[in-house]
């Protein structure tokens, strides 16, 4: 039944592969930088963290130069339409090498971690190892490529999660995203499975064509559809797939929590945004389409929920760490708007929006780090009075906040009015959610601002005057992604335009 | 030179950033030349500003100039969004009749507010950095004529705001603080999507492309039919009014959205408290006749008793809860809700008399009750409360100080010759001849005397009879029979000194001229105010349908 | 008649859905980490059962290639888990799941 | 061009506040605290006013006359829906005018040189009269005003000047406490006044007095004519604030708290005459309804003050309820019609009742500050001039012929009867009786008062101890002996005041003579004044006009001639038909082009010599009961008060007017306040508080609220979110296990939910 291939077919195979290779240079070239960084590690002894921290910087700066090559090529799909590159994927390697970076930048600066005696070792591999997996799930067109990328993003993360051994929460927090990460992948897993039965294709595009010239079982596709997006919800930290991420943010070794909550979900959403466009038949009516409704009630609960869970618990929680936990549940819910409109003015919103949460996110996390060195705590009370002691950190974690909140003049408010614009582009039809938007954002600058009341409102009950004499390297770090913050947030045109020319997969441009 | 008059206090505060936190007197010197500087060009402004242009909308044409003045307009941000065209945000400033009196105020409130800020000594390069910052984004939201850029000066002042009550007020701050941010957050967030609604309602005639120039808005012909805000969609035009009114009233404040108002000066800093009666709170009427009513005329005319009924009841309920205070800074605050009642009543009226009156009203109530609050800040330098049953007799011991109360407790209760008067009497005057707000406006004079009343009541506690027995201060009696008086650990002058009175007599002076003869600066609105009554008259309201 | 006699598609996928919710109720009742574990090995086989069986049906071998990989993926998991579980042990002297408890709320 | 008359005008007005602005800033600067500014600044004003006096009425002569010049104050550009629109303002001088400047800057100069002696030592002693400055400016600038706008500024100034002179001794208590009453209660009536302006603004978009006559004349009120009836009725609310008629009346006796040159300046001369003023210049637009408003408030006001004035014991309170009473005269007179009569009594009133004033202002000053007349008596030996002074003015008050008083009053009182008559008598006949009634009553206390001070034997060693303080017991027994301790002022200090007090009495007096203003003794009508200001022809269609006109008289051509001048010169024909007795006037009768003033003047003149045999029967037997009581001793007044004491409790506690108002109004618009702050802070702010003290007891749901988060949010979503938030917490167990369940449980409920609408 199965017949070997003849000559002329391997032939042919190679050279597909051999073409493909040419568009896969930067994912080849991070395996090699995984590779190097664990020999590194390997030969290298003593006080090694600073020097392998350096090169994984290096190396992915390294990186960017290859992903800008990638512009001059046309967009296709290779390795027989498992893999694709076009601006959307490119988009993406940008954002998950920078957000590497920020990672490899925070873990340098987090005592906690680079003081654990069994030393850093493979660590910064696995963030590499980690971008590879998220560009991959951005780029990847076909299903079992989705499932491999989500697998080796999983993995590296567990690990990364898990990495402070001898800090119980770590380990708890490990243990518990490893089960409830592996049952999710299993649900998408059969999800998928059940969507190949029905199409007898894993190609999405393909999928999408099957889709639309035999229609399908509504009664199992729906199903499929719901495993497929608790697969995806729970990458992307939405309600109600959310439930690991709290404990898990706030377990995890800080840096890891930023770049998770960060660059995994940000790969969830890149992935969810090629299954939905794509995988997904549009009719010519667009949103009305029947197919799409479904995902589309689907989301827009989905999206809904998040706002109001991720903005409401958040008010009490007294960890730092844990109160951006549920704050980003809730920005997942801003970002589903985006993507909701199905259009590209969508696209591109959630595009900027996720670029200004790269910022303000990361910023923040770094500023928790910064001052966690200092006061070796994440809790609420133990901020008072540092706006005195640490006025850079301070000014710096309240411009991230507003930001988060969506205030001007700051990248955030940016993207919240590129999703609010898409939102009312499509006139009232998605008035309700905006509305929810709208009123969560209030809610949230409640509990952000909790934040900057706690530094500079109150004094500290151990009355210590005088500054806290922070590094030179993190002082200018911080300033730097504050003035960022701040700048994009007058000056977005760049990004934004970028953004609209990234929002095009496979050269198709939802209108 | 507008983008400088708004733009020096933000270079100020660089400036400030750069100088050690020690330098507390450079810090505030620096501060203070940029207030003047500011002030110097608002002269100038003032001076070459050519009261025959209009504004309101654009000129014959579709182009603002020819009938905005000092306009400033360069492209921001242009963005291709698809099927929607090019999204163009616009650097676009201007000014004309209603805001280059509101140019003038802030620039005066604010050097006042320099002035009044020397003797804070907590943290002072962080209170000028944020002082600055605020005054920037107070000035731009006058003079923003695109509404993206109105939205982030108005937002920007909120931070501001909030760490000066918070860091550097009394002892409930942190609530207070809260509260005024919470309040005026919900209030502006619902104009985040009104905008982004009217920008894809209204197309720039000379363009061609969606805009969000306030001009181009103002002007109901550039409205896209079935647009979501676009003529004959009432239903969504009638919610975005009243989003953005409410977003406004909060500001105002206007009952019963104004509680954050005596919670926020009471624990205000004076400085603080200055620029929030004088400046902030003529924002919330301001932004409602830039923007709310011009670009919904229909429901404006729709809307008129409403708003004339808040008005009344701002005027009256704020009268009475003024009669209640014991606390002398809660009894002025609630005086500033009563008297931004004439100002929404002026509205209501929806001609040029109480249109004017309305804006005119705006102008002297900033400088009155800057004065107020400047003289309740005296009293509390000198005895560290404001109960008013506290003190008494004061007249006979603090002359100066009790001549300039009385000069700004009269302004503030309407006494002709002076500013306030001119200005609630054309609001009555508009209002009573608007059939629709005459009733409003017959039970709205009442204001009148319970104004005098809560003024009166408080001046007679406070600085006539003779000392109270509880009260704050000894009176010692020197070798030549004079009566002195000493309050508990206050060691400066008495009476007022030089730096109260370089603050006061200004004040004081412009408040007697205008009330004599207003046309300096009523002069400058009547054009724009008729040209907004026109604007807003039922005949155009209808062409919307 | 016919479907008691000869085995179809049917029979196939309701193997694996019973499968799949053996799996689910496995890994939601289970204290035991190792025997959570063994359910989400149940569900991925559940899902492995569909991918062959459609790949039976539908021809084609893109099927047999996904379960392959599902296979060694969870070889890969399993290893990672383990090692976690380990750890767990070492900090909590216990692989009672619902024990590991301590962040909440 | 200016007429020169207004710019000799326009010093005058500003001669008073330049010597308020000198005084201010410099009085402590200047020698003698600049007393001599004040009192020079008002002789020149004087001077000018009496030359503008001498042209206008002395050469003139001409009821006609009127000059007016105004200038652009603001410019509303052209206004959408009125085109052009400015404010004026501006200065009108006519005979009235004149006069009232004279008259003012006259008294005005005659306290200030009064001030000098009375006020002497005082420590703000140049304050005062920088204070006596500004009051004479506002009121010169109401007699000046050619606007409803303007006189509106002055109005309120005035009301500022009398705030701050009431309460010059601030240090006391009741002063401090008159001084805030006083402006509220005028402020009560400038806001029907100003609501009054608004009505007739609102139909002309114009405040000047000739525009709006014009336009009303020509029928352009297009509002019923219930509202020009209502306009007119609020504008005469400004009277009754500043006059003090009832039921705004409580201010001015408080006001006596003032320094006496004031009460004699301000609540006798001028500033309470302002309403009367007032009145006068809008009394054109006034339409019959609205007068006979105005006649029953004024008889009603006479009256009650009248009655009043008999038990007071406080020399300068009586006067002050006699003011009261004789500016209920004044404005009777305006609402029976007798316009001239009533402007009339205004100017003679002024006169006499200053010299009242300054005379008992002598008396307390001799006397150390004792006001109380029980403690009084026999000083005319001490203080002839006064003495005599006093008197004069007393008997002009209570109208004894050969007085100024008797002409005027008489002439109002004729009015009151002629208007009874006109309006078919009947229940308008209360008007005249309430006025004679109170003709009398007034003759009885002045008698009383001139006899308890100057008459009989000193008493000042009657006052008992815990009298001394000048608080006046309630009771009637003055004269009862107890108390037998020599304190304080028994006679020794007691001595005629200097020149410069008596001086200006003599000159009141003087003026309170008959042939100042009309030859004949017993006509007031022959006098200059009566022809000088004659009553204007109305601008309103009256119920009469309306009539005739359906009669088919042209009724109609009639008030279009009206419309064209509002002041038509009838005085000439007026006087003659005095002469006549109204009888002969049937061939060259008053033209008024409105037939109900015509009979209202007919029947004015065929009252005339009742109302002469009726007030001089009054007149007579008010003294005469006076003499019975107190010098003859016949009655003994304290039993009689005993005997009918519930009338003489009710009349000496003011009819309980302050009682009434402080339980209802004051108490409750306190309460209510109270009640909207208790409102504002629990309620509308609290739903905040509220909650947050709700909320705490809910503290067992969790560890610890921030309690800011409560009540920093705005209203219930801040409940409903902390609590959706407390237990959407609860869901995060911290269980692998549980998490799985639910997004079991969210998956399955899904597709549930999808199934059930696959089966519809």
Redesign the interface.
């Known amino acids: 039944m199965f017949a070997m291939p003849s000559g002329a077919e391997i032939q042919s195979i190679i050279s597909t592969l051999r073409f493909g290779a040419g568009y896969f240079i930067p994912e080849l070239y991070l395996s090699a930088l995984f590779m190097v960084l664990i020999i590194l590690d390997l030969v290298l002894g003593g006080r090694k963290n600073q020097i392998l921290a350096s090169a994984t910087i290096i190396g992915l700066l390294g990186s960017l130069f290859f992903i800008f090559q990638q512009h001059s090529l046309p967009d296709a799909e290779i390795f027989f339409g498992m893999y694709a590159l076009d601006r959307f994927g490119i988009f993406f390697k940008y954002f998950f090498v920078l957000c590497g970076i920020l990672a490899v930048v925070i873990s340098m600066e987090d005592e906690k971690l680079n003081s654990q005696d069994s030393g850093v070792g493979e660590y910064y591999a696995l963030v590499v190892a980690m971008v590879i997996g998220m560009m991959m799930m951005a780029s990847s067109t076909d299903l079992l490529m989705m499932f491999l990328a989500m697998e080796l993003v999983g993995l590296s993360a567990y690990v990364l999660t898990g990495y402070l051994k001898s800090d119980a929460r770590s380990s708890e927090a490990a243990l518990k995203y490893l089960v409830y990460g592996a049952v999710s992948s299993g649900m998408l897993l059969y999800g998928f499975s059940l969507i190949y039965g029905l199409t007898a294709q894993t190609n999405i595009s393909r999928i999408s064509m099957e889709l639309t010239q035999h229609g399908y079982d509504p009664l199992v596709m729906i199903l499929a559809t719901l495993l497929v997006m608790a697969g995806l919800g729970y990458k992307m930290g939405a309600v109600p797939f959310h439930f690991w991420s709290p404990d898990v943010y706030e377990g995890a070794p800080t840096p890891v929590t930023a770049y998770l909550s960060t660059g995994s979900k940000a790969a969830g959403f890149a992935l969810l945004m090629r299954i939905f466009f794509v995988a997904v038949p549009h009719a010519s009516e667009g949103v009305e389409d029947m197919l799409g409704i479904d995902w589309l009630t689907i989301m827009m609960i989905i999206a809904a929920a998040s706002m109001i869970y991720g903005n409401v618990v958040a008010i009490w929680q007294k960890n730092v760490k844990r109160l951006l936990a549920y704050s980003s549940i809730a920005h997942a819910g801003y970002l589903l708007l985006g993507i909701i409109t199905m259009?590209?003015?969508g696209t591109?919103a959630v595009l900027v929006y996720l670029a200004g949460y790269l910022l303000m996110n990361i910023g923040a996390f770094y500023v928790v780090v910064v001052i966690s060195n200092k006061t070796g705590s994440e809790n609420l009370d133990d901020y008072r009075g540092l706006g005195?002691k640490m006025?850079l950190a301070g000014a710096a974690l309240?411009v991230f906040l507003?930001s988060l909140v969506g205030?001007?003049?700051t990248f955030g408010?940016i993207g919240?009015?590129m999703i609010?614009?898409a939102l009312?582009?499509k006139?009232?039809l998605f008035m309700w959610l905006?509305?929810i938007g709208?009123?969560t954002?209030?809610i949230s600058?409640?509990y952000y601002?909790f934040i900057?009341?706690n530094m500079?409102?109150?004094e500290s009950e151990q009355n210590s005057r005088g500054e806290v004499k922070t590094g030179m390297v993190s002082n200018v770090i911080t300033a730097v992604l504050m003035i960022l913050t701040l700048y994009f947030g007058?000056?977005?045109?760049p990004i934004?335009?970028f953004a609209?020319y990234s929002a095009s997969i496979l050269g198709a441009?939802l209108? | 030179m507008l983008s400088l008059i708004v733009f020096l206090p933000i270079i100020a505060g660089l400036i400030i950033l750069a100088v050690p936190a020690s330098q507390k007197q450079i810090i505030r010197i620096v501060s203070l030349l940029a207030a003047v500087a500011q002030g110097v060009l608002a002269v100038l402004i003032w001076r070459q500003y050519d009261p025959t242009m209009a504004g309101i909308v654009a000129a014959p044409g579709g182009s603002p100039v020819g009938s905005f003045q000092l306009i400033e307009r360069i492209p921001w941000?242009?963005?291709?969004?698809?099927?929607?065209g090019p999204?163009t945000i616009e650097y676009f400033i201007g000014v004309d009749g209603l805001s280059i009196t509101m140019v003038i105020l802030t620039a005066l409130i604010s050097i006042i507010g320099v002035l009044s800020s020397w003797p804070i000594q907590k943290?002072v390069k962080?209170y000028f950095i944020l002082f600055n910052l605020l005054s920037t984004a107070m000035m731009g939201c006058f003079v923003a004529l695109d509404f993206f850029l109105f939205?982030?000066f108005w937002?920007?002042m909120?931070?501001p705001m909030?760490?000066l009550i918070?860091?550097w007020g009394g002892p409930n701050?942190?609530?207070a603080?809260?509260?005024f941010?919470?309040?005026t957050?919900?209030g502006s967030?619902?104009m985040?999507?009104v905008m982004?609604?009217l920008?894809?309602s209204v197309i720039d005639p000379v363009t061609g492309n969606h805009t969000f120039s306030l001009v181009a808005m103002a002007d109901q012909h550039n409205y896209v039919a079935g647009s979501?805000l676009g003529p004959g969609s009432v239903m969504?035009r009638y919610a975005a009014f009243i989003v953005l009114f409410v977003g406004f009233a909060i500001k105002v404040p206007m009952?019963?959205f104004?509680?954050w108002l005596p919670?926020a000066h009471v624990e205000a800093p004076t400085p603080i408290s200055v620029i929030l009666a004088g400046v902030l709170l003529k924002l919330g009427t301001y932004g409602m006749m830039r923007i709310n009513f011009p670009l919904f005329p229909e429901v404006y005319q729709a809307g008129l008793y409403v708003i004339g009924i808040f008005g009344a009841i701002n005027i009256i309920?704020g009268a009475?809860?003024?009669?209640?205070?014991q606390d002398l800074k809660k009894m002025v605050a609630y005086s500033s809700i009563s008297h931004m009642g004439y100002v929404l009543l002026g509205m209501a009226a929806g001609?040029?008399?109480g249109m004017?009156g309305a804006l005119y009203q705006m102008f002297n109530h900033g400088t009155i009750t800057a004065m107020l609050f400047l003289l309740v800040g005296v009293i509390y330098d000198r005895a560290h409360s404001r109960q008013i049953d506290k003190f008494g007799?004061l007249?006979?011991y603090m002359p100066v100080y009790a001549g300039l109360v009385t000069v700004a407790w009269?302004a503030s209760l309407g006494?002709?010759?002076l500013s306030g008067?001119i200005s609630e009497?054309f609001v009555?005057?508009g209002a009573?001849?608007a059939p629709v707000t005459?009733p409003i406006?017959?039970v709205s004079?009442?204001g009148?005397?319970?104004g005098?009343?809560?003024l009166?009541?408080s001046l007679?506690r406070m600085?006539?009879?003779?000392r109270k027995p509880d009260a704050l201060y000894e009176v010692e009696t020197d070798g030549h029979g004079h009566e002195h008086i000493h309050f508990h650990d206050w060691n400066g002058k008495l009476d007022l000194d030089a730096r109260e009175l370089t603050m006061l007599i200004p004040l004081a002076i412009i408040v007697i001229v205008l009330g004599i003869?207003?046309?300096p600066i009523?002069?400058m609105l009547?054009?724009s105010i008729?040209k907004l009554?026109?604007v807003l008259?039922p005949v155009a309201a209808a062409a919307v349908h | 008649m016919e479907m008691f006699t000869s085995i179809g598609l049917n029979h196939f996928l309701t193997i694996s859905a019973i499968l799949f919710s053996f799996g689910m109720f496995a890994v939601m009742t289970r204290k035991n980490a190792i025997v959570i574990l063994m359910g989400v090995e149940l569900i991925l086989n559940a899902a492995n059962i569909n991918f062959l069986t459609f790949s039976k049906y539908n021809g084609g071998m893109t099927g047999v290639m996904f379960s392959l990989f599902v296979i060694v993926l969870a070889a890969a998991e399993a290893a990672v888990a383990l090692a976690i579980v380990i750890n767990i042990f070492k900090t909590f002297k216990t692989v009672d799941v619902s024990r590991v408890d301590t962040m909440k709320e | 061009m200016m007429h020169s008359l207004i710019q000799l005008s326009i010093v005058v007005l500003l001669l008073p506040l330049l010597s308020f602005v000198v005084l201010i800033f410099f009085n402590r600067r200047l020698p003698r605290m600049g007393d001599f500014v004040g009192v020079g600044l008002l002789g020149t004003a004087f001077s000018i006013a009496l030359y503008i006096f001498w042209t206008v009425v002395v050469q003139h002569y001409d009821p006609a006359y009127r000059i007016a010049w105004d200038f652009t104050?603001?410019?509303?550009?052209?206004?959408?829906?009125?085109g052009p629109?400015v404010v004026k303002m501006g200065i009108v001088i006519d005979n009235l005018t004149a006069i009232m400047l004279a008259m003012v800057t006259l008294i005005s100069l005659l306290v200030h040189l009064y001030s000098t002696g009375y006020m002497h030592g005082d420590p703000r002693y140049g304050r005062f009269f920088a204070f006596l400055g500004i009051f004479t400016f506002s009121m010169l600038g109401i007699v000046l005003s050619d606007n409803l706008?303007s006189i509106?500024?002055?109005?309120?100034?005035v009301g500022?000047s009398s705030y701050l002179l009431i309460?010059f001794y601030?240090?006391?208590?009741s002063a401090?406490?008159a001084q805030?009453k006083a402006?509220?209660t005028n402020?009560?009536g400038?806001?029907g006044m100003?609501?009054g302006i608004?009505?007739l603004?609102?139909q002309f978009?114009t405040f000047g007095y000739r525009e709006i006559f014009e336009n009303i004349a020509a029928g352009k009120f297009t509002l019923s004519n219930g509202w020009l009836t209502a306009a007119g009725i609020l504008l005469f609310f400004g009277c009754v604030g500043k006059s003090a008629q009832f039921p705004l009346h409580v201010w001015l006796p408080d006001a006596m708290e003032g320094p006496t040159p004031v009460s004699a300046l301000i609540h006798a001369a001028t500033m309470v005459a302002a309403g009367v003023y007032f009145v006068g210049r809008i009394f054109v637009i006034l339409t019959p309804d609205a007068l006979h408003y105005i006649a029953f408030i004024g008889a009603v006001t006479a009256f009650m003050s009248a009655t009043i004035a008999i038990t007071q014991h406080d020399i300068k309170r009586v006067l002050a309820y006699s003011t009261v009473s004789q500016l209920g005269y004044m404005v009777m007179g305006l609402g029976v019609g007798a316009y001239s009569a009533a402007l009339f009594h205004l100017l003679t009133h002024a006169f006499f009742k200053a010299c009242l004033f300054l005379g008992s202002g002598a008396i307390i000053h001799a006397m150390h500050h004792e006001q109380d007349m029980r403690w009084m008596g026999g000083l005319r030996k001490q203080m002839p001039w006064t003495f005599a002074t006093f008197s004069i003015a007393t008997l002009a008050l209570a109208g004894l012929p050969l007085t100024s008083g008797f002409m005027s009053k008489d002439a109002i009182l004729a009015g009151a009867l002629g208007f009874a008559s006109v309006e078919g008598g009947g229940i308008y006949y209360i008007i005249p009786v309430l006025g004679f009634a109170s003709a009398m009553m007034t003759a009885f206390y002045m008698g009383r008062q001139v006899w308890l001070v100057f008459f009989g034997e000193s008493r000042t060693h009657l006052k008992p101890a815990e009298e001394h303080h000048g608080d006046h017991g309630h009771d009637a027994h003055g004269h009862d002996d107890h108390g037998h301790d020599d304190h304080g002022g028994s006679h020794h200090g007691v001595h005629e005041v200097g020149w410069i007090m008596r001086a200006p009495l003599v000159v009141l007096a003087t003026l309170s003579v008959f042939f100042v203003f009309s030859p004949d003794p017993l006509d007031g009508a022959k006098g200059w004044f009566m022809h000088l200001v004659p009553t204007p022809a109305t601008v309103v269609k009256s119920a009469g006009a309306q009539h005739e006109a359906a009669l088919g008289v042209t009724g109609g051509k009639l008030l279009a001639e009206a419309a064209t001048d509002t002041v038509k010169p009838e005085a000439g024909e007026h006087a003659q038909a005095a002469e006549g007795h109204g009888a002969a006037s049937e061939g060259h009768g008053p033209v008024f082009t409105d037939p109900r003033q015509a009979e209202l003047a007919h029947a004015m003149h065929a009252n005339h010599y009742t109302a002469i045999y009726l007030s001089s029967g009054m007149l007579v037997l008010g003294i005469g009961f006076a003499l019975v009581v107190y010098a003859f001793g016949v009655i003994d007044p304290g039993k009689t008060a005993q005997a009918i004491r519930p009338l003489y409790l009710y009349s000496f506690n003011k009819w309980y007017w302050d009682e009434i108002y402080d339980a209802t109004l004051i108490k409750g618009?306190?309460l209510?306040?109270?009640m909207?702050?208790w409102f504002?802070s629990n309620i509308?702010?609290g739903i905040?508080n509220g909650i947050a003290t709700i909320f705490r007891k809910f503290a067992f749901l969790n560890g610890n609220i921030d309690k800011?988060v409560v009540?920093?949010?705005?209203n219930f979503t801040a409940f409903f979110v902390q609590t959706s938030g407390a237990v959407m917490r609860k869901i995060q167990t911290g269980k692998v296990q549980t998490y799985l369940v639910m997004v079991t449980a969210a998956v399955l409920g899904y597709f549930a939910f999808y199934l059930v609408q696959l089966m519809k």
């Open positions: 259009d590209k003015i591109q005195r006025p309240t507003i205030l001007p003049p408010f919240k009015l609010f614009s009312i582009g006139g009232d905006a509305l709208i009123l954002s209030v600058l409640y601002m900057p009341l500079f409102l109150r007058l000056f977005f045109q934004a335009q609209g441009v209108n | 941000i242009s963005l291709n969004l698809g099927s929607f999204m943290q962080g939205y982030v937002e920007v909120l931070l909030y760490f918070g860091i701050r942190e609530y603080a809260i509260k941010f919470l309040y957050l919900f967030v619902f985040l999507l982004i609604g920008y894809f979501i969504w009952f019963p104004h509680t919670d309920y009475f809860c003024a009669l209640a205070q001609n040029s008399e004017l007799g007249a006979s009269f006494l002709p010759g008067f009497a009555f005057v009573f001849t005459r406006a017959m004079v009442l009148i005397v319970f005098a009343a809560y009166l009541w007679q600085f006539l009879g003779k003869y207003p046309m009523m002069g009547t054009a008729n009554v026109t008259a | 104050w603001l410019d509303f550009g052209n206004v959408p829906g009125v629109l706008f509106y500024m002055f109005w309120e100034l500022l309460g601030f240090e006391k208590d401090a406490d805030k402006f509220l402020r009560v400038d806001i100003w609501l608004l009505i603004y609102s978009h618009s306190m209510i306040s109270k909207l702050a504002d509308v702010d905040v800011y009540d920093g949010t705005v």
